[in-house]
């Protein structure tokens, strides 16, 4: 069994429906795909919480019932400030989920929490653009020289595992990719075209 121990870093609608996932399909994910995942920190916009073991189930669903920004509040394990520094030193995780707000001027916040999450040598997974886009060949060599992980596919095509599919695919010469690689975009088009709404 691989034990995978999780800090979030970005508790809004992503985190927090990736929380519950843990929470609710925990044991199914371990018995089918032997990997045992321990959510050990959650970090929002105003504060942290984090347990070295790792948040029981019913801890989990509690942390998703805060308001927006209210992680802070989850006593006693939460504090009113946030430190990475602090945070990976007490739980000592294997995998940073980067979900903050992209910011594609400067890539921050994720931007400086991925490079220090591969530094320390915790593998990432991102649905955060802004820092894959503004410092790709930075951010990969990082992970190549510390052998980390760095995975971004919720970055594109709405969670599609487009990437993937891609790196598999590299001795195919592709010609041709037709599609709408925006989910909002998408949603709109589809909502026009079942309720028969044109274009003016």
Known sequence: MIRASLVVVGFGSVGRSLVKIVAYRGRAIANRYSLTLRVVGVVDSKG???????????????????????VSLFKPYARDYVDLEELYSETQPDVHVELTPSNYETG?????????????????????????????????????????????????????????????????????????????????????????????
């Open 108 to 200: 921050e916040p994720g931007l400086s929490n991925i490079l220090r999450a591969l530094s320390r040598g915790v593998h990432v997974v991102t649905a955060n653009k802004a820092p894959i886009a503004l410092h790709y060949g930075e951010l990969m060599s990082l992970a190549r020289n510390r052998r980390t992980a760095l995975k971004f596919g919720a970055t594109v095509m709405g969670g599609t595992p487009f990437i993937e599919t891609l790196s598999h695919m590299k001795i195919h010469e592709i010609e041709h990719v037709e599609g709408i690689l925006n989910a909002t975009t998408n949603y709109i088009l589809t909502e026009m075209h079942k309720n028969l709404v044109d274009f003016e």
């Open 48 to 70: 942290m919480a984090f347990k070295a073991g790792g948040f029981e189930e019913h801890e989990l669903l509690k942390l998703c019932e805060l308001p927006r920004s209210g």
